[in-house]
T-cell receptor, first 112, second 114 residues
Framework: KQEVTQIPAALSVPEGENLVLNCSFTDSAIYNLQWFRQDPGKGLTSLLLIQSSQREQTSGRLNASLDKSSGRSTLYIAASQPGDSATYLCAGSNFGNEKLTFGTGTRLTIIP | DVKVTQSSRYLVKRTGEKVFLECVQDMDHENMFWYRQDPGLGLRLIYFSYDVKMKEKGDIPEGYSVSREKKERFSLILESASTNQTSMYLC?????????????FGEGSWLTVV
């Protein structure tokens, strides 16, 4: 069964810095990995989806990478802004399985 | 624009009550999901539906049932609510043509059982 881990649970970074959020998974048969953002008391918003045939995806200041051999995905945020403060979750699924397994998230705070 | 709507944002129910949580999506998605989210435990899948009238148990189905009579609507039912079901419940949907589709979430329903 796929297990997904996100460390650290919380991270504080000064505004303007570039930062990397980490996601580890146990099953290298992962088919896709998604990154989500969650604001307090709200639902999840999909940020990026990487399929196993891809190594990375980019959207604006966000770049997500996937390394199946090492069991890792990273979310890179460039030039961080206070509005980036939120909890970021990653989730993976294996081929033929529509169900995602979620990490517990990293709570990011950007300090003005 | 993609939309998953959970009709109730905040509910307070008494122990033993029957509770219905409703979810509607407007994207003609085949797959719909119910998760619960608890501090320190993350999101856990309760039930999954891949078509009308079709359902599959997730990781924590005990104490819950679901109904999908129409493609756009997926209901979560707590037959007899208990205090350990106090949680945030999240509905989601995705296309069912193949794995690897973006999943879209609703805003969540906060349920308190007293």
């Amino acid at each position: 069964k796929q297990e997904v881990t996100q460390i650290p649970a919380a991270l504080s970074v000064p505004e303007g810095e570039n930062l990397v959020l980490n996601c580890s998974f146990t099953d290298s048969a992962i088919y896709n990995l998604q990154w989500f953002r969650q604001d307090p008391g709200k639902g999840l918003t999909s940020l990026l989806l990487i399929q196993s045939s891809q190594r990375e995806q980019t959207s604006g200041r966000l770049n997500a990478s996937l390394d199946k051999s090492s069991g890792r995905s990273t979310l890179y945020i460039a030039a961080s802004q206070p509005g980036d403060s939120a909890t970021y979750l990653c989730a993976g699924s294996n081929f033929g399985n529509e169900k995602l397994t979620f990490g517990t998230g990293t709570r990011l705070t950007i300090i003005p | 624009d993609v939309k998953v709507t959970q009709s109730s944002r905040y509910l307070v129910k008494r122990t033993g009550e029957k509770v219905f949580l409703e979810c509607v999506q407007d994207m003609d998605h085949e797959n719909m999901f119910w998760y619960r989210q608890d501090p320190g435990l993350g999101l856990r899948l309760i039930y999954f539906s891949y078509d009308v009238k079709m359902k599959e148990k997730g990781d924590i189905p005990e104490g819950y049932s679901v109904s999908r009579e129409k493609k756009e609507r997926f209901s979560l039912i707590l037959e007899s609510a208990s205090t350990n079901q106090t949680s945030m419940y999240l509905c989601a949907s995705s296309l069912g043509s193949s794995s690897g589709n973006t999943i879209y979430f609703g805003e969540g329903s906060w349920l308190t059982v007293v």
